[in-house]
């Protein structure tokens, strides 16, 4: 009968010490899921083939150079947005991001809401979350964050402000 409390004592043991081996940093949103499993937002469509206005004046291929066809989703979101298709941070459509940061700048913004994020995770993570005896952690620490569509749909129309209608759920 010892042997076997001593037996399932080590294998506790084992397990708990495996459990302590894990990323501290894991994303919130799949904590629990396969992480190998594919991402669909990784595949990005290529651009539809266009013939050339003359095949006797291609240029040169370069090798290791962009395609007509790559897809190039910033600069298209730059072109939708109104700008131009500039390879870099923007800085070509001056513009842009000048009306931007109209109200300012912060220039360690990345590093600030890093810093604020990992607080907010620790003091609102708590014991339960933390060894997934509760739901999602995502949802449980950011479900002040999610917005109620509806009641802001009220807020906004009732300033004057023209809007869509929402979803019904």
Same mark, same amino acid.
Do not use: W
């Given at each position: ?64 150079? =962009?395609?007509?066809? +790559? ?5 298209? $979101? ?5 700008? &131009? @298709?500039?390879? /870099? ?14 109200? =300012?700048?912060?220039? +360690? ?5 890093? $810093? ?5 995770? &620790? @003091?609102?993570? /708590? ?43």
């Amino acid at each position: 009968m010892r042997e076997l409390i001593f037996k399932g004592g080590l294998a506790l043991l084992a397990v708990l010490l495996l459990t302590a081996c894990g990323s501290k940093d894991r994303p919130l949103l799949l904590a629990g899921q396969k992480v190998d499993s594919p991402d669909e937002f990784l595949v990005l469509p290529s651009k539809s083939l266009e013939a050339p206005k003359s095949y006797s004046e291609l240029p040169t291929p370069t090798p290791g150079a =962009g395609n007509l066809t +790559d897809p190039t989703p910033h600069a298209d $979101a730059s072109v939708a947005l109104g700008g &131009r @298709a500039a390879a /870099g941070n923007g800085a070509a459509d001056g513009a842009i991001v000048n009306f931007a940061s109209r109200y =300012g700048v912060q220039a +360690d913004i990345r590093q600030v809401l890093s $810093a604020e994020d990992q607080k907010r995770r &620790r @003091a609102r993570g /708590g014991i339960l979350t933390r060894f997934r005896l509760v739901g999602n952690r995502y949802f449980l620490i950011y479900t002040d964050d999610i917005l109620d569509q509806h009641k802001e749909l009220r807020r906004l129309r009732s300033l004057g402000v023209v809007t869509p209608t929402a979803s019904p759920n």
